[in-house]
């Protein structure tokens, strides 16, 4: 099928500051669904050529701050000069800066021409952004408009909405913005229709990462080496969220609906990257397992057994209920990504996470139990976040603490298009304006009420939130401390902090949460039974029935005493023994 304009051509620009080792998985399918729909396309990369004129360190220094998008902001607004380079002083001396200026300049200027000759009017430039390309992306479509006059379209990250129309009405070179289903608009914007739906996502081909190869080739042997040598080709097991309902989430904005590539589609893509790129550096990329999980793994696992242990999976806590998933994950060597977000029972409501903290609770201990590597992180400064939810997360950790800490606290970020965003008063925000040490620095003033940004600012109607956030820290790192500490001393850990023994009739629990040695406790007869039974998270009323014959005061006497020994957690009429 030809596109209406045979002639026209497709040029995706990827341009600085994207990440030297991942090349973009977005690009690379929509490469391969536009070949497969004989459009002529490729893939430019102008940010490797950048990073090699600015040296490697040099790029991934700028790039991790605010310096590499205020270089092409100072390009785009030259009066607005002046307050970048007070403004990002802390980062970088107004000297240094302006060497960058324009040394950037003469790169963007040498780049636009040296596209003479390939570029036609009628072709099309597609910028598709991450977070940390919108101002070069916006400089480099300027120049090539004015230079080429060629149709600049930009989708990704600041293109859903009214920040994809704020976008254009303030750059009015931008012809198009594609805020979701980048494909399928895409085809769509050229009079195609191949795709049916946005969502058939098992209809795509492999991702073509052949220009972002070819142009790996070309970079000088020592950039390569040190900067990309360790690089990254992406396979989607699925994209979006089948989930989608976290208050703070825009993870599925690109996408208008969850969907999977089929586990045959999956195995074939995995072939054809091993054997096209003759590499294992394949990594998966996904949000949100789904329950094809299981025989997806089996299926890789046969047919790439050299690859066994590389899949890495994310999951919602309550799709790993079963004691049977985590065993499961440890005899296939998965690690995994899981979203526990927080230990507070009303903060996890808001979050909306849909499920419960004794859910997140029982799943560590099952992945400590079986050596799963989990890692999750925890969320703080949300705008609805109380003391007590401070406190709440302080108490629980104090049960759990033989159980593996959060690898990050994660600050939260207000997005256009969550709910949070959506409906500000039900969560507590008072106000939400531009951010002031991004946006607001980066865009002159007069710009500032025209533009729809996908980050915020916000007020919110509880107080003490900022000045929560070192205690946040300090009381996860207590937890990290003491978790890690034999590591810490150069020694392996021979037990939980909180595990189990048992012979006969006797189960000893060994507990060392509080850091000074193992306090044993012994149970026998009922007592025993109760802790094994509730080693799974079990409802009060199915305590009292599984325990018919013993007296009901006398098993509420148990089992407030295991919850005031912190040998056992509950919430609500719920309970879960914590030894492992
Ligand atoms: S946070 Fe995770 S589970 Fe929640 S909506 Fe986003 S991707 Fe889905």
């Keep these: 099928m030809k596109t209406n304009d045979t002639t026209k051509k497709i040029h995706i620009l990827c341009v600085p500051f994207t990440s030297l080792t991942m090349p973009s998985l977005e690009i690379s399918t929509l490469k391969a669904v536009l070949k497969e729909h004989d459009v002529d396309a490729e893939i430019l990369t102008p940010f490797y050529d950048y990073a090699c004129s600015l040296g490697g360190d040099v790029y991934c220094r700028i790039s991790e701050s605010i310096v590499g998008q205020a270089i092409f902001s100072a390009l785009l607004f030259p009066h607005h000069q002046p307050a970048l380079e007070k403004g990002i002083g802390e980062h970088m001396p107004p000297d240094?800066?302006?060497?960058?200026?324009?040394?950037?300049?003469?790169?963007?200027?040498?780049?636009?021409?040296?596209?003479?000759?390939?570029?036609?009017?009628?072709?099309?430039?597609?910028?598709?952004?991450?977070?940390?390309?919108?101002?070069?992306?916006?400089?480099?479509?300027?120049?090539?408009?004015?230079?080429?006059?060629?149709?600049?379209?930009?989708?990704?990250?600041?293109?859903?909405?009214?920040?994809?129309?704020?976008?254009?009405?303030?750059?009015?070179?931008?012809?198009?913005?594609?805020?979701?289903?980048?494909?399928?608009?895409?085809?769509?914007?050229?009079?195609?229709?191949?795709?049916?739906?946005?969502?058939?996502?098992?209809?795509?081909?492999?991702?073509?990462?052949?220009?972002?190869g070819a142009a790996m080739n070309r970079l000088p042997a020592g950039f390569k080496k040190e900067h990309?040598?360790?690089?990254?080709?992406?396979?989607?097991?699925?994209?979006?969220?089948?989930?989608?309902?976290?208050?703070?989430?825009?993870?599925?904005?690109?996408w208008s609906s969850f969907a999977h590539k089929s586990v045959d589609g999956i195995i074939r893509d995995y072939k054809s990257l091993l054997s096209t790129y003759q590499t294992t550096q394949i990594l998966v990329n996904e949000f949100n397992s789904d329950d094809q999980w299981e025989n997806l793994i089996r299926r890789l696992n046969e047919e790439f057994p050299g690859m066994r242990g590389t899949y890495y999976l994310l999951f919602k806590v309550s799709a790993v209920k079963e004691e049977r998933a985590m065993q499961l994950l440890a005899e296939n060597h998965i690690p995994i990504l899981v979203g526990?977000?927080?230990?507070?029972?009303?903060?996890?409501?808001?979050?909306?996470?849909?499920?419960?903290?004794?859910?997140?609770?029982?799943?560590?201990?099952?992945?400590?139990?079986?050596?799963?590597?989990?890692?999750?992180?925890?969320?703080?400064?949300?705008?609805?976040?109380?003391?007590?939810?401070?406190?709440?997360?302080?108490?629980?950790?104090?049960?759990?603490?033989?159980?593996?800490?959060?690898?990050?606290?994660?600050?939260?970020?207000l997005t256009y298009g969550s709910p949070i965003y959506n409906n500000p008063d039900r969560y507590g925000i008072e106000r939400m304006m531009l951010r002031k040490d991004y946006e607001g620095l980066l865009l002159p003033a007069e710009i500032h009420d025209h533009y729809t940004p996908f980050f915020y600012d916000f007020d919110s109607v509880n107080p003490g939130i900022r000045e929560r956030e070192a205690r946040w820290r300090e009381l996860i790192q207590g937890w990290i401390d003491l978790y890690y500490a034999d590591a810490r001393k150069g020694q392996s850990k021979l037990h939980c902090l909180l595990y189990k023994r048992q012979w006969d009739n006797v189960l000893d629990i060994y507990d060392a949460r509080e850091g000074k040695g193992y306090h044993v406790h012994t149970l026998w007869g009922v007592e025993r039974a109760l802790y094994e039974y509730c080693d799974q998270v079990r409802e009060y009323r199915d305590i009292i029935e599984q325990f018919s014959t013993v007296e009901e005061s006398c098993l509420q006497t148990l089992l407030d005493a295991f919850v005031s020994q912190k040998l056992m957690f509950k919430e609500d009429a719920n309970y879960l023994s914590l030894a492992v």
């Excluded at 480099?140 to 230079?147: D, I, R, S, T």
């Excluded at 976008?167 to 191949?194: K, N, T, Y």
């Excluded at 989930?243 to 993870?251: E, I, P, V």
Aim: net charge negative; with cysteine; aromatic share 14%.
């Design 340 to 413: 526990v977000e927080s230990f507070a029972k009303d903060y996890l409501r808001l979050i909306n996470k849909g499920h419960r903290v004794i859910e997140s609770i029982q799943l560590l201990k099952f992945a400590e139990r079986h050596h799963v590597n989990c890692s999750y992180n925890i969320m703080f400064s949300l705008p609805f976040e109380r003391e007590e939810d401070y406190d709440e997360t302080k108490r629980v950790i104090s049960y759990i603490k033989h159980l593996v800490p959060p690898f990050d606290l994660e600050v939260f970020r």
């Design 96 to 212: 240094e800066f302006r060497q960058h200026i324009q040394n950037s300049e003469c790169f963007c200027r040498e780049y636009a021409d040296g596209l003479a000759g390939k570029l036609k009017e009628s072709d099309i430039v597609l910028f598709h952004l991450y977070v940390s390309q919108l101002f070069p992306a916006l400089y480099l479509a300027k120049l090539l408009y004015e230079k080429h006059g060629v149709q600049v379209w930009f989708s990704g990250h600041h293109c859903q909405g009214q920040c994809g129309e704020s976008l254009q009405a303030l750059f009015p070179f931008i012809r198009q913005v594609i805020g979701r289903d980048l494909e399928h608009r895409v085809l769509q914007l050229l009079g195609q229709s191949g795709l049916a739906q946005p969502h058939q996502m098992w209809e795509y081909p492999t991702p073509d990462y052949d220009d972002f």
């Design 228 to 254: 990309v040598g360790h690089f990254w080709l992406q396979v989607e097991f699925s994209r979006g969220c089948w989930w989608n309902q976290c208050s703070f989430c825009t993870l599925n904005c690109q």
